[in-house]
């Protein structure tokens, strides 16, 4: 398994994880805020994925980036990082650091890639 493949795997499941994990995970019931929005990221993030996985060409790997950045500063723009509700606030963050990662490590394969087939023409 080549690096890209693996962050790309990596990603996708740290975004299938974090749709599905209002299922075991303490949320705040009073608005539902944290589960739409751990599912909404977490659909996404696993989409942009799949995209990345399936069309390496194709720029998702900044998005993924992106993506975790929003996981990792939703806690407290949606008001989920109280102590009721640390678990999802947890997940936001590991998830988010995981997704940061991933897209920032992807990114940067890609751009060695290119850069090593333009120096070899």
């Keep these: ?18 749709a599905v994990s209002p299922i075991w995970v303490n949320y705040p019931a009073d608005t539902n805020k944290g589960l739409y929005t751990m599912i909404g990221l977490g659909v996404i993030t696993a989409a942009l994925a799949i995209a990345a996985l399936y069309r390496p060409g194709v720029a998702t790997d900044s998005l993924i980036a992106l993506m975790g950045v929003l996981f990792i500063v ?7 990082s109280d102590t009721a509700y640390r678990p999802m606030a947890w ?3 590991i998830v988010g650091a995981v997704s940061l990662v991933a897209g920032a490590a992807e990114f940067q394969l890609e751009r060695s890639e290119q850069q090593h087939t333009v ?3």
């Design 1 to 18: 398994m080549t690096g890209k493949k693996f962050l790309g795997w990596a990603a996708l499941i740290a975004g299938l994880y974090a």
């Design 74 to 80: 939703a806690p407290w723009v949606m008001s989920f």
């Design 91 to 93: 997940t936001a963050w």
């Design 119 to 121: 120096t070899n023409r």
